[in-house]
């Protein structure tokens, strides 16, 4: 069967041939690069798995994605599960199985782990890049430039891994050592009892002062204590 492909901007997915039996449906998302959907379709080539439906547009939660709906002969299941683990794994892309039977009470995928969140958190991420165009940054190449660096290390963060830590500039510090002043004078009076009362452990244990920024892992080894 020739595979179809089909360029297009409407709002959702044509899924006409997806209702057919012994149909599976995947929706998955690149990075924009070349080669790399090559790459993808070599592997179900490798695996001798026939895809009959392909569609593509540009994804509209990461400008720097394609997102591509796929429709593909069911006759080998086991081969299209690691072909699966192996796009999640290997290749980074972010995999939906839409369905291997087009059943209508058919209960779609959903994460029942937080290891799974992984597998298509970045979709909904607000990534840094990203600024309205009456963001106070909006026009600040250097205040864009840091807040991508910072979306970077969440997009590419994996449940299980470290904390990535980060090396703050003075002027960060700076900022950092005034609004924390600030709001300890505050904290009194307009704290509930319950922050009055952690607070000075997240001092004590956290790194939680006037001249260093706390680190999200240190944060985090904490709460978990």
Known sequence: KPTCFLFFQESRYIEES???????SLIFSLKEEV???AKVLRTFEEKG???????????????????FFINLEGKNVPALDKIIKSLRSDIGATVHELSRTKK??????????????????????????????????????????RRKEFADIAYNYRHGQPIPRVTYTE???KTWGTVFRELKTLYPTHACYEHNHVFPLLEKYCGYREDNIPQLEDISKFLQS
């Open 49 to 67: 798995i026939n895809l009959t439906h392909i569609e593509s547009r540009p994804s509209r939660l990461n400008k720097d994605e394609y997102e």
């Open 18 to 24: 997806s209702n057919k039996d012994g149909v599976i």
């Open 171 to 173: 002027e960060e510090k």
């Open 35 to 37: 080669g790399a959907l």
């Open 104 to 145: 209508k009470d058919t209960v779609p995928w959903f994460p029942r782990s937080i290891e799974e969140l992984d597998r298509f958190a970045n979709q909904i991420l607000s990534y840094g890049a990203e600024l309205d165009a009456d963001h106070p940054g909006f026009k600040d190449p250097v205040y864009r430039a």
